[in-house]
């Protein structure tokens, strides 16, 4: 079982940036395809982006494209998502989650293992 540790949240104001950091214990987490999702108080969980075993092949959604990166480095087992431009409506608390397989998904359900979450608060 791959454990997870998100790190690089909080407070920016409205139009600033950071980097989230997610770390994973355990020698193969180049097998696992990663995934960054976030949940604003009574939201569902959101997709915002997910990343290839290899870091090959990455996926955003709609509402971050453009303005997120995600990268991976393997050799330090972390998983990293550069946010720019942040508004305050994407407060929320930000996961990574792996997926065991080639491939990563946009469904939460279909994710492994999660990280306890770094908060994320923008101010307007």
């Known amino acids: 079982q791959v454990q997870l540790v998100e790190s690089g949240g909080g407070l920016v104001p409205a139009g600033g940036s950071l980097r989230l950091s997610c770390t994973a214990s355990?020698?193969?987490?180049?097998?696992?395809?990663v995934g960054w999702f976030r949940q604003a108080p009574g939201n569902e969980r959101e997709f915002v982006s997910a990343?290839?075993?290899?870091?090959?092949?990455?996926d955003y959604a709609d509402n971050v494209k453009g303005r997120f990166t995600i990268s991976r480095d393997n050799a330090k087992n972390t998983v990293y998502l550069q946010m720019n431009s942040l508004t305050p409506e994407e407060t929320a608390v930000y996961y990574c989650a792996v997926r065991a397989g080639w491939y990563y998904s946009r469904l939460a359900n279909e994710y492994n293992s999660w990280g306890q979450g770094t908060r994320v608060t923008v101010s307007s």
């Open positions: 990343i290839s075993r290899s870091g090959g092949t990455t």
């Open positions: 355990g020698r193969t987490f180049s097998t696992y395809a």
